[in-house]
C-alpha cells in the first residue's frame, strides 16, 4: 500500500476514528512535529500531542497538520488507543515529561497513571507515540537497530538547552546524562513505521526511507 498523507479537512473514512499527525518543516534535518488525530462522537477532530515538558496537550485539529492512516490498526485497539489518549489527559492533567531518552520498560499503570517518574523518564512527540501503540501490542521499531548519531546528538544537546521546554534542573542534569547515549527517533520514522507494521518489528533500514516518504508527501501536500 502506498504511503499517502490526508490533508487536515478530509475526513476520516466512517470505520476509523484515529490517526497520525504531522506537521514542521521540510528537508532532512527540519523539525517536525508529530501525535494522534481523534474523532469523537460528534465528528469533531482533536489532537492529542506532546508539545513540550509536562505539556501533554488535547488540541482542535489545524490546517497546520497532515494525517496518515494507520492501515493495520485494528477496531478493538483504535478503541483502546482512544480511551487511553484521552483518559491520561484527564489522570495527568498534562503532565507527561519530555525525555530524550526511550526505554523498554513499563511507563503507565493501567489507569494510565505514570509509573516511571524518574527526573530522566518521558518522552518526545514521536516516542510518545510509538510507546502508545506499544502498549496496546503495537510494538513498531526494533529500537536496537537505531543508530546512535553525532548529529542525533547535537540535536538532544540543543533541545533540552532550550528555555521553553522548561526541564526542572533536576531533569535537565538528568537529560544530559544521556546524550548520546540514546538514538533519535523522528517524528516521520513514527508514521512510517505506523504505515508498515504488520506484527513484526521494524527495523531502522525500513523505517528510515519510510520517514523519507512522508516528508515528500507533505512537501506533496504543500505545492
Not at 501525535?35 to 509536562?54: K, M
Not at 494507520?70 to 478503541?79: C, H
Not at 505514570?114 to 523518564?121: E, K
Request: aromatic share 12%; net charge negative; with cysteine.
Amino acid at each position: 500500500m502506498k504511503l499517502e498523507l490526508k490533508k487536515y479537512d478530509v475526513d476520516l473514512p466512517d470505520d476509523v476514528n484515529l490517526a497520525l499527525a504531522i506537521t514542521g518543516q521540510l528537508g532532512d534535518e527540519g523539525q517536525r512535529h508529530t501525535g494522534f488525530v481523534v474523532r469523537d462522537f460528534i465528528g469533531d477532530y482533536w489532537l492529542f500531542h506532546l508539545c513540550s515538558n509536562n505539556m501533554y496537550v488535547k488540541s482542535p485539529l489545524t490546517s497546520r497538520y497532515n494525517y496518515l492512516l494507520i492501515p493495520s490498526l485494528q477496531p478493538e485497539t483504535e478503541s483502546a488507543l482512544i480511551t487511553f489518549l484521552a483518559g491520561l489527559y484527564d489522570v495527568t492533567g498534562g503532565q507527561i515529561p519530555y525525555s530524550i531518552g526511550w526505554d523498554d520498560k513499563q511507563y503507565f499503570e493501567l489507569d494510565g497513571t505514570m509509573v516511571a517518574t524518574d527526573p530522566g523518564d518521558g518522552f518526545t512527540c514521536a516516542t510518545f507515540v510509538l510507546e502508545s501503540f506499544k502498549r496496546y501490542g503495537m510494538d513498531m521499531v526494533a529500537r536496537e537497530t537505531w543508530p546512535l548519531s553525532p548529529e542525533g546528538a547535537v540535536w538532544q544537546a540543543e533541545i533540552i538547552s532550550n528555555a521553553d521546554l522548561r526541564l526542572s534542573s533536576e531533569q535537565f542534569l538528568a537529560q544530559v546524562e544521556k546524550v548520546g547515549k540514546y538514538p533519535r527517533f523522528h517524528p516521520e520514522h513514527a508514521l512510517g513505521a505506523a504505515h508498515h507494521f504488520t506484527n513484526f518489528r521494524l527495523p531502522h533500514s525500513a523505517v528510515y526511507p519510510a520517514g523519507q516518504e512522508v516528508v515528500s508527501e507533505m512537501s506533496r501536500l504543500r505545492a
